[in-house]
C-alpha cells in the first residue's frame, strides 16, 4: 500500500561510515521507500535512512534510475506511523504557504 507519493520530505541517506548525505523521500509504501539523492549510493551496501521525527531506518537498494532509489526498508510500517508522519508533513506544508 502506497501511504505518500509525490512528497518531498528532506532526509539524509548513510552508508558504512559515510557523513549524511541529503536526500528528499519522494515515495513511502508499507515497505519501499523512494528516494532522491544526487550521491552515487553502492547499490552492494545496505544504508539507514534518517527522516524527520522517525525513528533511523535501515534498508537496502533495490534499484536505481538517474539520480532516484528504491530502498526497502527491513520492516512493515505500521499505519498509524505513516499517519503522523503524513500529519506533521501536512501541518509544515501549511505553515510553509
Known amino acids: ?9 528532506d532526509a539524509q ?10 536526500c528528499v523521500v519522494t515515495t513511502i509504501s508499507d515497505t ?7 550521491a552515487q549510493l ?7 535512512l534518517k527522516i524527520p ?3 533511523i531506518l535501515t534498508a537496502n ?7 532516484e532509489y528504491g530502498c526497502q526498508i527491513d520492516y512493515t510500517f505500521h499505519p498509524a506511523v505513516i499517519k503522523a508522519m503524513m ?10 504557504v
Open 1 to 9: 500500500m502506497i501511504y505518500g507519493d509525490s512528497l518531498q520530505i
Open 13 to 22: 541517506v548513510k552508508q558504512s561510515n559515510s557523513v549524511g548525505i541529503p
Open 32 to 38: 519501499i521507500i523512494k528516494i532522491h539523492c544526487n
Open 42 to 48: 553502492n547499490p552492494d551496501m545496505s544504508l539507514t
Open 53 to 55: 521525527g522517525m525513528n
Open 61 to 67: 537498494l533495490l534499484w536505481k534510475k538517474k539520480d
Open 87 to 96: 500529519e506533521r508533513l501536512d501541518r509544515k506544508r501549511a505553515v510553509a
